[in-house]
């Protein structure tokens, strides 16, 4: 192949799909015209295809029919150190942050940058409601399969054949007809294995057939239908797990739908969990942020301080103002302004924070998890102290709570209770299919479909089934199974391996909730002793500094122990901060692992209201199912505090 006959096929390959954009008007016209006028000369030489192969091969955007995100491109831009920084500052509370995330939160955010990375796992406020509606596996989707279902069919025919008989021929075996056949039925299956079908049969027959009493004639008939499974597919609890599935190991039931959703709540409030504590500890590293910084400011200060005291004595010629004492002085205050500087804004690499420290870092970052702009004119800054009082937990209590409300446990025994119900429906798949079928027939006759007040008893087809002269009747058994069933065996298996899966799970669940509690408690404690131990530390750290100072104005100190004790008395007032934030987080920890944080932050979760009117039919079924004691008659299954089969 010549290199030009290549060209050419690249050529038509980049016609062909550019013929296919320009049905869509993705093309430029005037593209489109050129290149399909080329088209029509195949034998014509390419001598350059690099723009069309572009123009094919180009990556595009899609144009959505919603209107984009008008916030996000009105940014403002973000403080810095070349900005101004903003003189106001807008006083909020933990409770205040705690609403607004709630409000603005569609998306839980997260700082990890899943939303861009991974958008498919990231967690919403309409995960619940998705699947509630899902029309394939949802709770009302499970219920459509009981639900009445009409069906109507019309057909005319209009026959002109030649045929080999004469009697259907009319004697001269052409078949001339006209016919008409209309079909009409509602049908509609029920939990417990039966259904019910009413249909309508009119059909119409003209022909010229010469053993006919009328040349046209129509019949009517009205049957009802009933089959119910007595083995395979029979009962209130199979339909309810099951559904209309006659396939085993394929539940789509009622109940099987619930316990989704169950399991989808659940997953939504682990959801609301781990994003209101992901505000409270941005909430609290901001306030670690302020303190720092104040630290930070205060620390350059003093050495400022220091260097104009190693100036003035050397300006004056007086031991302490060598010039060595002099520059020491002064990298002090450059180090701590450089330490200033990064507390202000801190330190971003590769989009995250190695420290995950700074003032207008974590600002920003609260303000993203919260729903407000990254920048408004106005530093956040948070109005609440953290806690410096001993919070102690008990232990018996803390751990009946963890294995009682954790919303992991809830989820996991929705899964068990799950997959005991598909148990149940695998065990009905081992039974044979035995069904009793039922059928009556109402028929009529007649020349005419409708004719009124007619003495003939074939004159009518409505008028001879109204008079109920022909009347059919149909029952009979239907059985049917396969030899050896090994398909529905091996779904009970398959169901008992998966229960067994699910409750050692629920175990191993239960001894890493209590492993975390463990871990939790402990470190509630050891976060407060040590809490006591920094302050110490820096209250030591104050009175050095104070002492130092003051014998280095009397000449009675060396430089390098001043601005050793700086240094001390910066870290460790960081240090104490940073320790006191931690304290709190490790009681918010605490509560998080026993499964109470959403109750400590103040947040409730419920489903929402259902119509009235199934409360009143809920408790009517409820009063139904219950003898004079109040117990549950025998033979209903219950499946949660809330529900009852």
Request: proline letters at 3%.
């Amino acid at each position: 192949m010549s290199i030009g006959q290549i060209i050419l096929r690249q050529t038509q390959t980049a016609v062909l799909g550019l013929r296919r954009r320009a049905r869509q008007f993705l093309v430029a016209p005037v593209a489109l015209a050129t290149l399909l006028s080329s088209c029509k000369h195949h034998d014509a030489v390419v001598t350059d295809s690099s723009a069309y192969l572009q123009a094919a091969t180009a990556i595009e955007t899609p144009e959505l029919d919603s209107p984009v995100n008008e916030q996000a491109h009105l940014a403002v831009r973000p403080v810095s150190l070349s900005t101004q920084v903003p003189a106001e500052f807008r006083e909020i509370s933990l409770q205040e942050a705690v609403q607004i995330s709630l409000a603005n939160s569609k998306i839980f955010r997260d700082l990890g940058g899943i939303v861009l990375q991974s958008p498919e796992s990231t967690r919403s406020t309409m995960d619940t409601a998705i699947l509630e509606t899902d029309p394939r596996f949802g709770p009302q989707a499970a219920l459509s399969a009981f639900d009445a279902t009409f069906a109507a069919s019309v057909f005319y025919e209009k026959n002109d054949r030649a045929l080999n008989n004469e009697f259907f021929g009319g004697g001269t075996r052409i078949l001339a007809q006209e016919a008409m056949v209309y079909q009409t039925q509602i049908s509609k299956r029920t939990p417990f294995g039966s259904q019910f079908t009413l249909r309508n049969n009119i059909d119409y027959d003209d022909n010229n057939a010469p053993g006919n009493q009328f040349a046209g004639a129509w019949n009517f008939n009205v049957e009802a239908e009933y089959r119910q499974s007595l083995l395979r597919g029979a009962g209130i609890d199979f339909g309810r797990i099951a559904g209309t599935s006659r396939v085993p190991g394929v539940y789509n039931g009622v109940l099987i739908a619930r316990a989704n959703t169950d399991v989808s709540v659940a997953d939504f409030e682990i959801s609301v969990r781990d994003f209101i504590d992901d505000v409270e500890e941005a909430y609290w590293n901001l306030y670690f942020s302020y303190r720092d910084l104040d630290t930070k400011i205060a620390a350059r200060d003093a050495a400022l301080s220091t260097w104009k005291r190693v100036q003035a004595l050397a300006s004056q010629g007086r031991i302490g103002g060598e010039k060595d004492k002099e520059a020491e002085a002064r990298e002090q205050y450059y180090r701590f302004q450089e330490e200033v500087e990064n507390a202000l804004t801190g330190r971003v690499r590769n989009g995250t924070s190695p420290s995950g420290r700074g003032l207008h870092l974590t600002e920003r970052r609260l303000r993203y998890l919260i729903g407000l702009p990254s920048a408004d004119g106005a530093l956040l800054r948070p109005s609440e102290e953290p806690t410096r009082a001993e919070v102690v937990f008990d232990w018996d209590l803390s751990l009946e709570e963890s294995l009682a409300k954790r919303t992991e446990l809830r989820r996991q025994k929705w899964m068990i209770k799950r997959r005991e119900l598909e148990l149940v429906a695998s065990r009905n798949f081992l039974l044979p299919e035995l069904d009793v079928v039922a059928l009556s027939r109402w028929r009529g006759f007649g020349e005419d479909f409708a004719r009124y007040d007619d003495p003939d008893r074939f004159g009518s087809a409505l008028g001879n089934f109204a008079d109920g002269d022909f009347q059919e009747t149909q029952i009979g058994v239907e059985l049917a199974f396969p030899l050896g069933n090994r398909q529905a065996h091996a779904a009970v298996r398959n169901a008992e391996f998966l229960l067994a899966r699910e409750r050692a799970l629920l175990t191993e669940q239960e001894q890493r909730v209590v492993l975390d509690l463990s871990n939790a408690y402990a470190e509630v404690d050891r976060a407060y002793h040590v809490l006591q131990t920094v302050y110490n530390r820096r209250e030591a750290s104050r009175e050095r500094v104070r002492a130092l100072e003051v014998a280095f104005e009397q000449d009675q100190a060396k430089l390098d122990l001043v601005l050793d004790a700086q240094r001390r008395l910066a870290d460790s007032e960081s240090h104490y901060y940073d320790t006191l934030v931690e304290y709190n987080n490790s009681i918010r920890e605490m509560h998080r692992v026993k499964g109470t944080l959403l109750e400590y932050s103040g947040i409730h979760l419920s489903e929402g209201p259902w119509p009235l009117d199934a409360y009143a039919d809920g408790n009517d079924k409820l009063n139904r199912r219950r003898n004079r004691k109040g117990k549950y008659l025998p033979g209903h299954r219950v499946i949660s505090a809330g529900y009852q089969e």
